[in-house]
């Protein structure tokens, strides 16, 4: 634990964060008070740049923290790297293809029917710095979908928040959670596969964090200054269809394109919602 740690103070004396959540019954309504105190922390601390929130956050530190990273065994041992496309994770994604790793990058907000990016080290054109950022991806990379897929080592993800226990919060778009659950459902991120957090020091609270069924635990949290491993595995089962309206499918591809192989003419994307009792056959 480095000697200059911060601590969020997001509940930091057992009070704060515990009436947020107490107060407001709605677990989508008490992760946005979480995330609002965490931006507004961070941007008045000065650990991440103005205009930071409501994103996830580009904390101080990215590239301490990416090297961090970079240093533990299970990532010199992992041949496979799922990142997301935000800024906060650029470091880790260049340290990916730099250490010699096959790195999928989500396609953002799933926007194509191959929802993912592959970034090959042995046959990069460009640079690793270039070739990781969105734009470099979008101009070199080939997509493609999970039955063109690795199995994945190691997921890094972008957090807002994320707690000791490994529970998270995204910006609240949701396609962390969708990019993992489509990922579990094709076998491809197992009980072997190690997510990942890296975050500012200021952005790990203390208290219990709302989860809902779709939601997925982090196993490790990497900050500028300590690693932390997480106490409680939690993911879920792959894709709870009983969480997604129509029209959420509708305007991501792979996911439509999912329900159809699944359900068959049965169910018009137009319409309701695929039942619940069907869902859960």
Same mark, same amino acid.
């Given at each position: 634990?480095?000697?200059?740690?911060?601590?969020?103070?997001?509940?930091? $004396?057992?009070?704060?964060?515990?009436?947020?959540?107490?107060?407001?019954?709605?677990?989508?309504? %008490?992760?946005?008070?979480?995330?609002?105190?965490?931006?507004?922390?961070?941007?008045?601390?000065?650990?991440?740049?103005?205009?930071?929130?409501?994103?996830?956050?580009?904390?101080?530190?990215?590239?301490?923290?990416?090297?961090?990273?970079?240093?533990?065994?299970?990532?010199?041992?992992?041949?496979?790297?799922?990142?997301?496309?935000?800024?906060?994770?650029?470091?880790?994604?260049?340290?990916?293809?730099?250490?010699?790793?096959?790195?999928?990058?989500?396609?953002?907000?799933?926007?194509?029917?191959?929802?993912?990016?592959?970034?090959?080290?042995?046959?990069?054109?460009?640079?690793?710095?270039? %070739?990781?950022?969105?734009?470099?991806?979008?101009?070199?990379?080939?997509?493609?979908?999970?039955?063109?897929?690795?199995?994945?080592?190691?997921?890094?993800?972008?957090?807002?928040?994320?707690?000791?226990?490994?529970?998270?919060?995204?910006?609240? %778009?949701?396609?962390?959670?969708?990019?993992?659950?489509?990922?579990?459902?094709?076998?491809?991120?197992?009980?072997?596969?190690?997510?990942?957090?890296?975050?500012?020091?200021?952005?790990?609270?203390?208290?219990?964090?709302?989860?809902?069924?779709?939601?997925?635990?982090?196993?490790?949290?990497?900050?500028?200054?300590?690693?932390?491993?997480?106490?409680?595995?939690?993911?879920?089962?792959?894709?709870?269809?009983?969480?997604?309206?129509?029209?959420?499918?509708?305007?991501?591809?792979?996911?439509?394109?999912?329900?159809?192989?699944?359900?068959?003419?049965? $169910?018009?994307?137009?319409?309701?919602?695929?039942?619940?009792?069907?869902?859960?056959?």
């Amino acid at each position: 634990m480095g000697a200059g740690r911060q601590r969020s103070p997001v509940g930091p $004396h057992g009070s704060d964060l515990a009436i947020v959540v107490g107060r407001v019954g709605n677990i989508d309504q %008490a992760k946005a008070a979480v995330r609002d105190q965490v931006w507004r922390l961070l941007e008045r601390e000065g650990a991440a740049p103005g205009g930071s929130y409501g994103k996830i956050p580009g904390f101080r530190g990215v590239e301490a923290t990416a090297e961090r990273l970079g240093e533990l065994d299970l990532w010199k041992q992992a041949r496979t790297i799922k990142a997301n496309p935000d800024w906060a994770q650029l470091p880790a994604r260049v340290r990916a293809l730099q250490d010699g790793k096959l790195l999928y990058m989500a396609v953002p907000r799933m926007a194509t029917l191959q929802p993912f990016y592959l970034l090959d080290p042995a046959s990069l054109t460009v640079p690793p710095e270039q %070739a990781a950022e969105k734009k470099g991806a979008a101009q070199i990379a080939r997509r493609v979908g999970v039955e063109d897929m690795r199995p994945i080592d190691i997921v890094v993800c972008g957090s807002v928040a994320v707690n000791r226990s490994g529970a998270r919060i995204g910006k609240g %778009a949701g396609y962390s959670d969708l990019e993992v659950a489509l990922l579990i459902e094709a076998g491809l991120v197992t009980d072997e596969t190690v997510i990942v957090a890296p975050v500012h020091q200021l952005q790990v609270v203390d208290e219990e964090i709302p989860v809902a069924e779709h939601d997925f635990n982090v196993d490790l949290i990497v900050t500028p200054d300590e690693v932390i491993r997480c106490s409680r595995r939690r993911r879920p089962r792959g894709l709870i269809w009983e969480d997604l309206s129509a029209e959420k499918v509708a305007e991501i591809p792979a996911l439509a394109d999912h329900t159809s192989k699944r359900f068959g003419n049965r $169910h018009s994307l137009d319409s309701e919602s695929v039942s619940k009792r069907e869902l859960r056959q």
